[in-house]
């Protein structure tokens, strides 16, 4: 357009509020996810085990359809705090797979292109820029999650009763706290690396390594050593623990080895004891201030190579 004809007019319209403009980018992504009927079809997959919860808490209450199954109520499986950290620890496995096929074209895919020029150009921070891609996966594994199980504890709330509610609203706030640490952990740890690889095969190939090999090698420091500790290493034995602290089902003592000689005469008694509930939190904070760190130092507007 030449300078001279004056007709260029500054844009008159509604502007974005400034707090919600980091929302753009999941939006965008999300038109280009929901696009594969694969991805479509797992995430539909991903909602099966919360109808049959759904439908666990409904036969406890109504004895119509334990006649037509031909039910006990004490056949029945509690609706508890096991029940719902069962259930928890189900959904998180398929928010894991969710994020492996979400998680790590995002950032990646940004600097191949060199595209964060044109984003950070904008009146749009790196803050914003990763709590924009963080919230595709928060967003998204929070549907799958403790949204959904949430509505599953208030659904068995309306069937109990008020009194169950109350002495039971502690299981919503493990539900709520279990369920935010694993999706943030999955989060930042799918954006580190993506920020790291830019090629999302890697980069996939990468994240699974990072759950399972440690999986492995710590099982491996606990039957060479007699131990429990190298569970530290494992991400979702931690999880596990912190799951397990959260809903009260935590024991110390998870292990009892009898050492006998040639003659089966015992020689000692091992108890195996699961490391402190703060070791697995500290363990964890630990790995996503890396994550941070690591986004931080990857996620700038020009990269100086030499």
């Known amino acids: ?26 939006r965008h992504e999300y038109r280009a996810a ?3 009927k694969l991805f479509t079809a797992f995430f539909v997959v991903c909602f099966v085990p919360l109808l049959v919860e759904a439908i666990l808490i409904y036969l406890h209450h109504n004895a119509n359809a334990l006649g037509v199954f031909r039910l006990n109520v004490r056949e029945l499986i509690p609706i508890d705090g096991s029940f719902f950290q069962t259930f928890v620890g189900l959904q998180g496995g398929f928010a894991f797979f969710v994020a492996l096929l979400v998680g790590p074209p995002l950032v990646s895919r940004d600097l191949r292109n060199n595209a964060l020029p044109l984003y950070l150009c904008r009146p749009f921070s790196r803050a914003e820029y990763v709590l924009g891609k963080m919230s595709v996966l928060l967003i998204l594994l929070s549907l799958i999650t403790w949204i959904p199980q949430l509505l599953l504890f208030l659904f ?11 002495d039971n609203l502690w299981m919503a706030s493990a539900i709520f706290i279990g369920s935010v640490v694993w999706i943030l952990l999955l989060a930042l740890l799918s954006q580190a690396v993506s920020a790291l690889v830019k ?22 420091i ?18 596990k623990s912190v799951l397990s602290g959260l809903f009260g089902t935590f024991v110390r003592a998870s292990g009892h080895i009898r050492i006998t000689d040639f003659d089966d005469q015992v020689v000692r008694d091992i108890v195996l004891y699961e490391p402190p509930l703060w070791c697995s939190w500290a363990v964890l904070f630990g790995v996503c201030a890396i994550c941070l760190a690591l ?7 020009y990269e100086v190579v030499r």
Do not use: C, D, H
């Open 1 to 26: 357009m030449a300078v001279y004809e004056q007709t260029y007019k500054r844009y008159a319209g509604p502007l974005t509020p400034e707090w919600k403009r980091f929302l753009v980018i999941p």
């Open 34 to 36: 929901f696009k594969s």
């Open 156 to 166: 068995q709330s309306y069937l109990e009763g008020f009194a169950w509610f109350k």
């Open 199 to 220: 090629w999302r095969v890697i980069a996939s190939a990468l994240l699974l390594l990072i759950f399972f090999v440690p999986s492995v090698l710590g099982e491996i």
């Open 222 to 239: 606990n039957q060479l050593f007699l131990t429990r500790w190298g569970s530290l290493i494992s991400l979702g034995a931690l999880m």
């Open 295 to 301: 986004l931080a130092r990857k996620v700038r507007a």
